[in-house]
């Protein structure tokens, strides 16, 4: 895998990605979350009842620390999520991770500049990482608790739609594509 920490010359961007400031991409990827979520969801409804989750059988403590389970439990995901991403990154070479929240989405970011390889080994490096462990995890479980640990599932998928969406899109670039995600927008190069 590779990274630099300069662009090397000859090198033009020819796309950038700023949820922040692109609206029309951020509701693409936002409705993408949405649609991976669902499409998560209610298949699994006919094979594990949601009402599982209502289930008051084990008493109304297990009831209330399932619900503060998966608040916390979606909570630490979150940072667990970007963490991984900054492992990823290190495994690249970055020397520096930048981690934030912007109030709408939470990252991890640097200044190097990576392969396309490389790239795809870090946005996809959360979902797969913790969609093995989180599937495990759910095998395990009792059905009262299989939606607790079912919803973090969705909520890795379907928050992991936008470096779905863009290792996606830029797996149609060429292959000397150099990725430069500082956290909040990316942009990539590609030779003259």
């Known amino acids: 895998m590779k990274k630099t920490e300069t662009l090397p010359e000859g090198y033009r961007e020819i796309y950038s990605v700023d949820l922040q400031k ?18 998560l969801a209610v298949p699994m409804c006919f094979v594990v009842p949601v009402s599982a989750l209502f289930s008051m059988e084990s008493g109304i403590l297990n009831y209330f620390l399932r619900f503060a389970a998966l608040i916390v439990l979606n909570i630490l995901y979150l940072i667990l999520h970007e963490f991984v991403h900054g492992i990823a990154m290190k495994i690249c070479g970055t020397k520096k991770v930048k981690y934030g929240f912007t109030g709408l989405y939470a ?3 640097s200044d190097d500049y990576y392969d396309k390889k490389s790239y795809a080994f870090i946005a996809l490096a959360p979902v ?3 969609g093995l462990i989180i599937a495990v995890v759910n095998c395990f479980v009792p059905v009262e608790w299989f939606w607790v ?9 379907a928050g992991a739609a936008g470096d779905l969406f863009v290792t996606f899109k830029f797996s149609g670039f060429p ?8 956290g909040v927008s990316m942009k990539v190069f590609s030779k003259m």
């Open 107 to 109: 990252f991890a970011g």
């Open 149 to 157: 640990v079912y919803i973090l599932q969705i909520s890795n998928l």
């Open 22 to 39: 692109n609206k029309k991409m951020a509701l693409t990827v936002n409705l993408l979350g949405l649609g991976i979520g669902v499409l």
């Open 128 to 130: 797969v990482f913790w």
């Open 175 to 182: 292959k000397d594509i150099l990725v430069t995600d500082c």
